[in-house]
């Protein structure tokens, strides 16, 4: 996993409440067997015409946005399906970064997995921004300190220490689970004294 | 290192946390133990393909259960599956169960259906447990009483890897339903009714334990309709506290404990139904005399009405963004304000998915269809949950009572709960649905959803149109 340290991007406004996995990504997509290549089709129904066209007015599709790496949307984004498929498609057009006033938390979770870090701000901080990227300014992300700035305004978030640390060094987090071995060997073991059933069905 | 909650009463998702918390970080993150792990084509490929690379195994190939149901066809299948890419994805879940050792209940097997099905039928899925998939209608095994969410791919090779995930606990939530429902009300209007209530961002950041008399007096596949729309509320996962009514259902099946444990296994189990006086980060509380059938008209779960309801005026809404969010959901949905919802014509009918697609599912609207026809206008099919839903339905002539009716009776899968195979609506049409998303597109590109009951979905088959079903029992 790529690690997250500092970003200074422009920033796409998106001012849709409830985003969903599937409008980020539709079901079409999810037949992929690869983590790559979903860029294209990243919010495809919205993005798109019938005809495969660019629709102008979708914001993907205007300059200066074309290169965002930061997003800016509504509430509750992300909501819905658990397709993993949601956040390969916005690290694979290039977002490294969503900032909303709340997450759903599987989709919240996933991002974590793929080096994107979402950023949850009070309502008000998320208008300031969503403003600062209308305007096509740019936005700085600074994970290390937890901040977050328009060139004028600067915001605080926060993050759980662990999920920070992840995401600083790029770790893979089955290798450090993997070094837990003794860990959950113990735990199957207790089972199978107290719970055996759990451990061998019918 | 602790790795008990406080001493004190506990509620349900407490005990069951606890009991799986292997380590227990400073700022809270736990190392869980997870007892099952579901898998099936769409999430899982990437995950398998990072254990081979990384040269990995599956840590308990006895507690994982592959099932293909996501893109199979629900017509035909003796002829496989047209669409390569598809094929492609199911091929490649049979191609990594074999290189891994994970049983997989091929397109072929009778016990294929959709995965939340089919867990709980063959007795996988137990109170207290863990259990995980790939899937965010995981809640649906909640039902049970057993700590049960959807994971996204990098965590399915995780649980793969490791069988255990990196969680911090969700915070508790308590939804009372209390009463007695009224005629033509199911356990799925109950859940949209909490929907309605708390909305889709409701639940986020907790797990939501069901209970109340209305509840407790539902089936365990009225308690897997409610558990597995815990996530259309945000919650991850959903809990009903198991009782008779779960152990007689578990008891006998195939993959149930063995009958050397299975009084152990029952008294482990009664001692999880949470602890008097313990409490919940929130609570909220519904009169089941409240609740009447209901209907979505928008593109999000939350916009739901009793189907008495006229279709609303964003103009009355005063939130700016939930009025753009209205304004928009009507246009898609192609409906007027003021409209009576009873007035709304629909193309198609669709029985099925992880929500609605059990045995009672079936004999619900088999009640309302016997001796009926469907509208001349409307295509209206029933996709089983499983292949041994669908046995048992046949065995009860529940598909003669369809298929006289004008239904096509199909083989079990997700179907167009999402349309990843090949049944989609097409743009605009509209279609009453008893699956748990009306998301723009989510049936097709441009289809219009209208989510309900399986009762409500039979008699808008009969009529045509969304129809209030207690006219018709």
Known sequence: MKAFTKLKAVAAPLPLINVDTDMII?????????????????FNDIRYRDDGQERPDF??????????????????????????HAPWALLDFGIRCVIAASFADIFYNNCFKNGILPVILPHTQVDVLMKSAEAGKMIEVDLSTQTLSDGVNIFTFEIGEFRKLCLINGLDDIGLTLEKEKAITAHEQSLMADKPWILKSA | MTTKSPAGPRTLFQKIWDDHVIERAEDGTCLIYIDRHLVHEVTSPQAFEGLRMAGRRVR??????????????????????????????VET????????GVTLFNMKDKRQGIVHVVGPEQGMTQPGMTIVCGDSHTSTHGAFGALAFGIGTSEVEHVLATQTLIQKPAKNMLIMIEGQTGPGVTAKDMMLAVIGKIGTAGGTGHVIEFAGSAVRALSMEGRMTMCNMSIEAGARAGLVAPDEITFNYIKGRPMAPAEAHWDTAVAYWRTLPSDPGATYDTVVSLAAEDIAPLVTWGTSPQDVLPITAKVPN???EKDAAKRAAMERALEYMGLTPGESLEDVRIDKV?????????????????????????????????????????????????????????????????????????????????????SNRNFEGRQGRGGRTHLLSPAMAAAAAITGKLTDVRKMQ
């Open chain 2, 350 to 434: 669709f029985i099925g998915s992880c929500t609605n697609a059990r045995i009672e599912d079936l004999r619900a609207a088999a009640s309302i269809i016997k001796g009926r026809k469907i509208a001349s206008h409307v295509q209206a099919m029933i996709v089983p949950g499983s292949g041994l839903v669908k046995e048992q339905a046949e065995q009860e002539g529940l598909d003669k009572i369809f298929l006289d009716a004008g239904f096509e009776w199909r083989d079990a899968g997700c179907s167009m709960c999402l349309g990843m195979n090949s049944d989609r609506l097409k743009p605009g049409e509209r279609c009453a649905s008893t």
């Open chain 1, 59 to 84: 914001v993907l599709n205007r300059s200066p946005y074309r290169t965002s790496e930061i997003l800016v949307a509504g509430e509750n984004f992300g909501c819905g399906s658990s397709r993993e």
């Open chain 2, 60 to 89: 308990r190939t006895d507690a994982t259960l592959a099932v293909v149901d996501h893109n199979v066809p629900t017509i035909n299948r003796n002829k496989g599956i047209a669409e390569a890419d598809s094929r492609l994805q």
């Open chain 2, 93 to 100: 879940l049979e191609k990594n169960c074999k290189e891994f």
């Open chain 1, 26 to 42: 539709p079901k079409q997509f999810l037949t992929t067997i690869e983590r790559t290549g979903l860029g294209k089709n990243l």
């Open chain 2, 314 to 316: 964003p103009a009355d």
